[in-house]
Protein backbone atom coordinates (compact mmCIF):
# COMPACT_ATOMS: atom_id res chain seq x y z
CA UNK A 1 0.00 0.00 0.00
CA UNK A 2 3.04 2.52 0.73
CA UNK A 3 4.31 1.50 -2.46
CA UNK A 4 1.53 2.64 -4.12
CA UNK A 5 1.18 5.88 -2.38
CA UNK A 6 4.59 6.94 -3.39
CA UNK A 7 3.85 6.37 -6.95
CA UNK A 8 0.78 8.39 -7.17
CA UNK A 9 2.32 11.11 -5.09
CA UNK A 10 5.55 10.90 -7.78
CA UNK A 11 2.65 10.83 -10.85
CA UNK A 12 0.42 13.87 -8.69
CA UNK A 13 2.36 16.49 -10.27
CA UNK A 14 1.44 15.02 -13.89
CA UNK A 15 -2.49 14.15 -13.07
CA UNK A 16 -2.50 18.31 -11.92
CA UNK A 17 -0.77 19.37 -14.99
CA UNK A 18 -3.29 17.20 -17.27
CA UNK A 19 -6.43 18.44 -15.29
CA UNK A 20 -5.77 21.64 -15.31
CA UNK A 21 -5.08 21.77 -19.20
CA UNK A 22 -8.68 19.70 -19.16
CA UNK A 23 -9.71 22.78 -17.53
CA UNK A 24 -8.43 25.43 -19.61
CA UNK A 25 -9.27 24.12 -22.59
CA UNK A 26 -13.18 23.80 -21.15
CA UNK A 27 -12.93 27.62 -20.10
CA UNK A 28 -11.55 28.26 -23.97
CA UNK A 29 -14.72 27.34 -25.18
CA UNK A 30 -17.25 28.19 -22.75
CA UNK A 31 -16.13 31.92 -22.82
CA UNK A 32 -15.19 32.15 -26.62
CA UNK A 33 -18.72 32.76 -27.93
CA UNK A 34 -19.90 35.63 -25.47
CA UNK A 35 -18.85 39.19 -25.04
CA UNK A 36 -16.34 39.57 -22.31
CA UNK A 37 -17.94 42.85 -21.25
CA UNK A 38 -21.27 42.05 -20.79
CA UNK A 39 -19.80 39.43 -18.51
CA UNK A 40 -17.98 41.74 -16.59
CA UNK A 41 -21.02 44.02 -16.66
CA UNK A 42 -23.15 41.13 -14.99
CA UNK A 43 -20.75 41.24 -12.39
CA UNK A 44 -20.15 44.62 -11.40
CA UNK A 45 -24.06 44.50 -10.79
CA UNK A 46 -23.70 41.73 -7.73
CA UNK A 47 -23.79 43.35 -4.52
CA UNK A 48 -22.05 42.61 -0.94
CA UNK A 49 -25.14 42.18 0.55
CA UNK A 50 -26.00 39.63 -2.51
CA UNK A 51 -22.67 38.07 -1.96
CA UNK A 52 -22.93 37.71 1.78
CA UNK A 53 -26.88 36.24 1.39
CA UNK A 54 -25.60 33.71 -1.05
CA UNK A 55 -22.79 32.50 1.66
CA UNK A 56 -25.29 31.87 4.26
CA UNK A 57 -27.37 29.80 1.80
CA UNK A 58 -24.24 28.02 0.62
CA UNK A 59 -24.11 27.30 4.49
CA UNK A 60 -27.52 25.92 4.67
CA UNK A 61 -26.29 23.85 1.22
CA UNK A 62 -23.51 22.41 3.63
CA UNK A 63 -25.60 22.04 6.65
CA UNK A 64 -28.13 19.22 4.58
CA UNK A 65 -24.84 17.88 3.45
CA UNK A 66 -23.93 17.58 6.90
CA UNK A 67 -26.98 16.25 8.21
CA UNK A 68 -27.14 13.15 5.49
CA UNK A 69 -23.36 12.54 6.36
CA UNK A 70 -24.11 11.91 10.08
CA UNK A 71 -27.12 9.95 9.67
CA UNK A 72 -24.90 7.71 7.40
CA UNK A 73 -22.06 7.73 9.91
CA UNK A 74 -24.68 6.82 12.85
CA UNK A 75 -25.73 3.69 10.45
CA UNK A 76 -21.86 2.81 9.79
CA UNK A 77 -20.30 3.24 13.46
CA UNK A 78 -21.43 2.58 16.90
CA UNK A 79 -20.96 6.11 18.81
CA UNK A 80 -21.85 9.51 17.59
CA UNK A 81 -19.77 12.40 16.42
CA UNK A 82 -20.96 15.96 16.41
CA UNK A 83 -22.52 17.52 14.13
CA UNK A 84 -20.85 20.54 14.75
CA UNK A 85 -17.44 18.30 13.72
CA UNK A 86 -18.91 16.91 10.53
CA UNK A 87 -19.85 20.39 9.25
CA UNK A 88 -16.56 21.78 9.99
CA UNK A 89 -15.31 18.69 8.09
CA UNK A 90 -17.43 19.95 5.19
CA UNK A 91 -16.75 23.23 4.86
CA UNK A 92 -12.77 22.04 5.29
CA UNK A 93 -12.84 19.19 2.47
CA UNK A 94 -14.58 22.12 0.15
CA UNK A 95 -12.07 24.43 0.86
CA UNK A 96 -9.25 21.70 -0.15
CA UNK A 97 -11.13 20.85 -3.66
CA UNK A 98 -10.34 24.63 -4.37
CA UNK A 99 -6.30 23.69 -4.49
CA UNK A 100 -6.63 20.24 -6.16
CA UNK A 101 -7.53 18.67 -9.85
CA UNK A 102 -9.37 16.15 -8.65
CA UNK A 103 -12.77 16.48 -7.28
CA UNK A 104 -12.29 13.44 -4.77
CA UNK A 105 -9.23 15.53 -2.83
CA UNK A 106 -12.31 17.37 -0.92
CA UNK A 107 -13.24 13.61 0.24
CA UNK A 108 -9.80 12.46 0.41
CA UNK A 109 -9.38 15.56 3.13
CA UNK A 110 -12.73 14.45 4.83
CA UNK A 111 -11.10 10.75 5.38
CA UNK A 112 -7.71 11.68 6.61
CA UNK A 113 -9.20 13.99 9.12
CA UNK A 114 -11.78 11.68 10.42
CA UNK A 115 -8.97 8.67 10.78
CA UNK A 116 -6.40 10.22 11.90
CA UNK A 117 -7.87 13.03 13.88
CA UNK A 118 -11.21 11.48 15.35
CA UNK A 119 -9.47 8.13 15.17
CA UNK A 120 -12.35 6.66 13.12
CA UNK A 121 -11.44 3.01 11.83
CA UNK A 122 -10.81 3.06 7.89
CA UNK A 123 -12.92 0.31 6.58
CA UNK A 124 -16.39 1.68 7.45
CA UNK A 125 -15.15 5.47 6.98
CA UNK A 126 -14.32 4.67 3.59
CA UNK A 127 -17.96 2.80 3.26
CA UNK A 128 -19.68 6.13 4.38
CA UNK A 129 -17.43 8.49 2.50
CA UNK A 130 -18.58 6.69 -0.89
CA UNK A 131 -21.95 6.04 0.26
CA UNK A 132 -22.33 9.81 0.94
CA UNK A 133 -21.49 10.61 -2.51
CA UNK A 134 -24.12 8.12 -3.78
CA UNK A 135 -26.90 8.72 -2.01
CA UNK A 136 -26.55 12.37 -2.77
CA UNK A 137 -26.15 11.74 -6.79
CA UNK A 138 -29.46 9.46 -6.07
CA UNK A 139 -30.76 12.63 -4.77
CA UNK A 140 -29.94 15.00 -7.41
CA UNK A 141 -31.58 12.09 -9.94
CA UNK A 142 -34.51 11.98 -8.23
CA UNK A 143 -35.26 15.67 -8.48
CA UNK A 144 -33.69 16.30 -12.10
CA UNK A 145 -36.03 13.36 -13.21
CA UNK A 146 -38.63 16.28 -11.74
CA UNK A 147 -37.41 18.58 -13.29
CA UNK A 148 -37.76 16.98 -16.88
CA UNK A 149 -41.19 17.89 -17.53
CA UNK A 150 -40.84 21.43 -16.86
CA UNK A 151 -38.40 21.47 -19.66
CA UNK A 152 -40.45 19.90 -21.78
CA UNK A 153 -42.53 22.71 -21.24
CA UNK A 154 -39.72 25.48 -21.17
CA UNK A 155 -39.22 23.74 -25.01
CA UNK A 156 -35.62 22.96 -23.99
CA UNK A 157 -34.11 21.19 -26.84
CA UNK A 158 -35.60 17.64 -26.75
CA UNK A 159 -32.53 16.09 -27.62
CA UNK A 160 -30.64 17.87 -24.22
CA UNK A 161 -34.20 16.69 -22.36
CA UNK A 162 -33.63 13.20 -23.70
CA UNK A 163 -30.03 13.18 -22.94
CA UNK A 164 -30.81 14.14 -19.39
CA UNK A 165 -33.49 11.78 -18.79
CA UNK A 166 -31.09 8.75 -19.91
CA UNK A 167 -28.66 10.06 -17.36
CA UNK A 168 -30.95 10.21 -14.49
CA UNK A 169 -32.59 7.17 -15.38
CA UNK A 170 -29.02 5.36 -15.25
CA UNK A 171 -28.45 6.80 -11.76
CA UNK A 172 -31.47 5.75 -10.68
CA UNK A 173 -31.13 2.65 -12.46
CA UNK A 174 -27.88 1.89 -10.22
CA UNK A 175 -29.84 2.61 -7.05
CA UNK A 176 -32.48 -0.33 -7.21
CA UNK A 177 -29.46 -2.60 -8.73
CA UNK A 178 -27.61 -2.08 -5.66
CA UNK A 179 -30.87 -2.31 -3.39
CA UNK A 180 -31.78 -5.21 -4.72
CA UNK A 181 -28.00 -6.55 -4.20
CA UNK A 182 -27.99 -5.80 -0.73
CA UNK A 183 -30.50 -8.05 -0.21
CA UNK A 184 -27.69 -10.96 -1.11
CA UNK A 185 -25.85 -12.32 2.57
CA UNK A 186 -23.22 -14.87 1.50
CA UNK A 187 -19.71 -13.40 0.16
CA UNK A 188 -18.04 -15.15 -2.58
CA UNK A 189 -14.03 -14.92 -2.27
CA UNK A 190 -13.98 -15.30 -5.82
CA UNK A 191 -16.27 -12.68 -6.98
CA UNK A 192 -14.52 -9.68 -5.52
CA UNK A 193 -16.28 -7.09 -6.95
CA UNK A 194 -19.84 -8.85 -6.32
CA UNK A 195 -19.46 -9.07 -2.87
CA UNK A 196 -18.02 -5.25 -2.78
CA UNK A 197 -21.12 -4.37 -4.31
CA UNK A 198 -23.38 -6.26 -2.42
CA UNK A 199 -21.45 -5.25 0.95
CA UNK A 200 -22.59 -1.82 -0.34
CA UNK A 201 -26.06 -2.90 -1.37
CA UNK A 202 -26.49 -4.14 2.48
CA UNK A 203 -25.17 -0.51 3.64
CA UNK A 204 -27.37 1.40 0.79
CA UNK A 205 -30.35 -0.41 2.68
CA UNK A 206 -29.38 0.08 6.23
CA UNK A 207 -29.53 3.99 5.26
CA UNK A 208 -33.50 3.44 3.42
CA UNK A 209 -34.89 1.49 5.79
CA UNK A 210 -38.03 2.78 7.04
CA UNK A 211 -40.01 5.42 5.24
CA UNK A 212 -38.73 8.18 7.89
CA UNK A 213 -35.15 7.63 6.97
CA UNK A 214 -36.46 7.46 2.91
CA UNK A 215 -38.25 10.69 4.07
CA UNK A 216 -35.51 12.32 5.74
CA UNK A 217 -33.04 11.45 2.89
CA UNK A 218 -36.01 12.83 0.34
CA UNK A 219 -35.92 16.05 2.64
CA UNK A 220 -31.76 16.45 1.38
CA UNK A 221 -31.65 16.13 -1.81
CA UNK A 222 -35.06 18.56 -1.99
CA UNK A 223 -32.66 21.47 0.40
CA UNK A 224 -29.54 20.16 -1.47
CA UNK A 225 -30.89 21.07 -5.04
CA UNK A 226 -33.14 24.08 -3.31
CA UNK A 227 -31.32 25.78 -1.62
CA UNK A 228 -28.56 26.01 -5.10
CA UNK A 229 -31.21 26.86 -6.95
CA UNK A 230 -32.01 29.54 -4.58
CA UNK A 231 -28.72 31.01 -4.63
CA UNK A 232 -28.44 30.99 -8.45
CA UNK A 233 -31.73 33.24 -8.88
CA UNK A 234 -30.50 35.37 -5.46
CA UNK A 235 -27.36 36.45 -8.24
CA UNK A 236 -29.96 36.58 -11.41
CA UNK A 237 -32.52 38.64 -9.47
CA UNK A 238 -29.47 41.14 -7.90
CA UNK A 239 -27.97 41.37 -11.76
CA UNK A 240 -31.24 42.34 -13.12
CA UNK A 241 -32.38 39.09 -14.54
CA UNK A 242 -36.38 39.08 -14.62
CA UNK A 243 -36.71 35.45 -14.62
CA UNK A 244 -38.61 33.64 -11.35
CA UNK A 245 -37.30 30.93 -9.08
CA UNK A 246 -39.17 28.31 -10.89
CA UNK A 247 -36.41 28.70 -14.28
CA UNK A 248 -33.28 27.79 -11.75
CA UNK A 249 -35.30 24.90 -9.82
CA UNK A 250 -35.49 23.23 -13.49
CA UNK A 251 -31.63 22.95 -14.25
CA UNK A 252 -30.28 23.20 -10.67
CA UNK A 253 -29.47 19.24 -10.40
CA UNK A 254 -27.85 19.20 -13.47
CA UNK A 255 -25.61 22.22 -12.58
CA UNK A 256 -25.16 20.85 -8.95
CA UNK A 257 -23.74 17.22 -11.11
CA UNK A 258 -21.56 19.24 -13.33
CA UNK A 259 -20.00 20.65 -10.26
CA UNK A 260 -19.29 17.71 -8.29
CA UNK A 261 -17.42 16.14 -11.80
CA UNK A 262 -14.18 14.54 -10.39
CA UNK A 263 -11.67 16.24 -12.78
CA UNK A 264 -11.77 19.88 -12.01
CA UNK A 265 -11.32 22.49 -9.15
CA UNK A 266 -14.47 22.76 -7.45
CA UNK A 267 -16.58 22.46 -10.34
CA UNK A 268 -15.04 25.53 -12.24
CA UNK A 269 -15.42 25.45 -16.11
CA UNK A 270 -17.61 22.32 -15.70
CA UNK A 271 -20.37 24.29 -13.62
CA UNK A 272 -19.77 27.90 -16.25
CA UNK A 273 -20.23 25.05 -19.46
CA UNK A 274 -23.66 23.61 -18.32
CA UNK A 275 -25.30 26.35 -16.91
CA UNK A 276 -24.45 28.10 -20.52
CA UNK A 277 -25.73 24.75 -22.45
CA UNK A 278 -28.72 24.47 -20.26
CA UNK A 279 -30.11 28.32 -19.01
CA UNK A 280 -28.82 29.80 -22.07
CA UNK A 281 -30.31 27.03 -24.15
CA UNK A 282 -33.72 28.27 -23.28
CA UNK A 283 -33.39 31.78 -24.12
CA UNK A 284 -34.44 33.39 -20.99
CA UNK A 285 -30.91 34.58 -20.02
CA UNK A 286 -28.14 35.14 -22.21
CA UNK A 287 -24.78 33.02 -22.28
CA UNK A 288 -22.79 35.51 -20.57
CA UNK A 289 -25.96 36.06 -17.71
CA UNK A 290 -25.76 32.05 -17.59
CA UNK A 291 -21.81 32.31 -17.12
CA UNK A 292 -22.08 34.90 -14.84
CA UNK A 293 -24.25 33.15 -12.99
CA UNK A 294 -22.28 30.22 -12.59
CA UNK A 295 -19.08 32.18 -11.72
CA UNK A 296 -20.67 34.03 -8.86
CA UNK A 297 -22.29 30.29 -7.26
CA UNK A 298 -18.64 29.42 -7.73
CA UNK A 299 -17.07 32.49 -5.44
CA UNK A 300 -19.64 31.31 -2.82
CA UNK A 301 -18.71 28.02 -2.91
CA UNK A 302 -15.32 29.37 -2.09
CA UNK A 303 -16.28 32.08 0.52
CA UNK A 304 -18.17 29.64 2.28
CA UNK A 305 -15.62 27.17 2.79
CA UNK A 306 -12.97 29.52 4.30
CA UNK A 307 -14.26 29.30 7.59
CA UNK A 308 -13.27 25.35 7.61
CA UNK A 309 -9.57 26.36 6.66
CA UNK A 310 -9.56 29.24 8.98
CA UNK A 311 -10.78 26.19 11.99
CA UNK A 312 -8.24 23.98 10.79
CA UNK A 313 -5.04 25.99 9.99
CA UNK A 314 -5.76 28.45 13.14
CA UNK A 315 -6.70 25.96 15.81
CA UNK A 316 -4.12 25.73 18.81
CA UNK A 317 -5.27 22.28 19.33
CA UNK A 318 -8.16 19.39 17.66
CA UNK A 319 -10.43 21.61 19.69
CA UNK A 320 -13.35 18.77 17.63
CA UNK A 321 -12.13 15.56 19.12
CA UNK A 322 -13.51 15.93 22.28
CA UNK A 323 -16.64 16.44 20.51
CA UNK A 324 -17.00 12.71 20.15
CA UNK A 325 -18.17 9.54 21.56
CA UNK A 326 -14.92 7.54 18.93
CA UNK A 327 -16.62 4.69 16.81
CA UNK A 328 -14.96 1.37 17.34
CA UNK A 329 -17.16 -1.26 15.29
CA UNK A 330 -18.65 -1.28 12.04
CA UNK A 331 -22.34 -1.84 13.16
CA UNK A 332 -23.45 -3.27 9.12
Same mark, same amino acid.
Given at each position: ????????????????????????????????????? %??????????????????????????????????????????????????????????????????????????????????????????????????????????????????????? %??????????????????????????????????????????????????????????????????????????????????????????????????????????????????? %????????????????? %????????????????????????????????????????????
Amino acid at each position: MAIIHKNILKKLPIISLLFSLILFIILFFVYKNFNTK %ELIDSLDGVSLKTIIIAVVIMWFNFLINTLRFKYIISVKLEGSVSFFTLFHLNLLGVFAAHLAPVGPAADLVRFGYARWKLKLPTKPLVEAIIMDRFIALIGLAVTGICSLPIQWYLSV %EPLLVYLQALLWGACFSSAVIVYVLGRQSSADPNRKLFTALTSFGMVFRAVLRGWSNVFLQMVCAIGYSGSFCLLMWVFANDMGIQTGIWFFLTFSSLVLLSQSLPIFYAGWGAR %EFTAITVMGSVGTVSVS %EAASIGVCAGVALFLASLPGAVLHFHGKKNKFADHTETPTRDVV
